[in-house]
């Protein structure tokens, strides 16, 4: 079965300061891992998405993430913080196959400090 | 191109009452998923519809129903409601294509009495 650990339930930094917000990963197979983010009283909006083409995938807002297989990793960085990306961060993995469903971490709040 | 909405935005129930919440896909879309995220958790997978069937289906109990429309917009209908129903409760939508790619909607913040 497929799942996500986030290895940290809150990460604080400084505005201006690189993010890195990890998570691991299990799979029999391999997987196709997501990021999302959430703001207050938002919806979940997709980051950026690894499907086995480039390890190192770049999404929206300046985050990348590099998928590591050795180490069944796919963190999630960014080299300069703004104040604006201070929420919560989910990583995923798809079910797989036919199945419909993604599988949701517990999420890291990332808050930033002026 | 609006994207997946959501109705209501806010819901206050008693146990044991019943509830319907609805979703409208982001346009093009023809695939509906529904997640539930209690506080403080991440969201978990509830079912997701296509051509008005349940393809998949989570671990959720049958009080736990829905329905997608011809129009694939769908409802998520909750029975006999628990405290523990009280949860952000999330559409998304795909294309059955590239299911993996879900865009989700705002949410409906669901509280139980």
């Known amino acids: 079965a497929q799942s996500v650990t986030q290895l940290d339930s809150h990460v604080s930094v400084s505005e201006g300061t690189p993010v890195l917000l990890r998570c691991n990963y299990s799979s029999s197979y391999s997987p196709s891992l997501f990021w999302y983010v959430q703001h207050p009283n938002k919806g979940l909006q997709l980051l950026l998405k690894y499907t086995s083409a480039a390890t190192l995938v770049k999404g929206i807002n300046g985050f990348e993430a590099e998928f590591k297989k050795s180490e069944t990793s796919f963190h999630l960085t960014k080299p300069s913080a703004h104040m604006s990306d201070a929420a919560e961060y989910f990583c995923v993995v798809s079910a797989g196959g036919s199945q419909g469903n993604l599988i949701f971490g517990k999420g890291t709040k990332l808050s930033v400090k002026p | 191109d609006a994207g997946v909405t959501q109705s209501p935005t806010h819901l206050i129930k008693t146990r044991g009452q019943q509830v319907t919440l609805r979703c409208s896909p982001k346009s093009g879309h023809d695939t509906v998923s529904w997640y539930q995220q209690a506080l403080g958790q991440g969201p978990q997978f509830i079912f997701q519809y296509y051509e008005e069937e349940e393809r998949q289906r989570g671990n959720f109990p049958d009080r736990f129903s829905g329905h997608q429309f011809p129009n694939y917009s769908s409802e998520l209908n909750v029975n006999a409601l628990l405290l523990g129903d009280s949860a952000l409760y999330l559409c998304?939508?795909?294309?059955?294509?590239?299911?993996?790619?879900?865009?989700f909607g705002p949410g409906t913040r669901l509280l139980v009495l």
């Open positions: 998304a939508s795909s294309l059955v294509g590239a299911w993996e790619t879900q865009y």
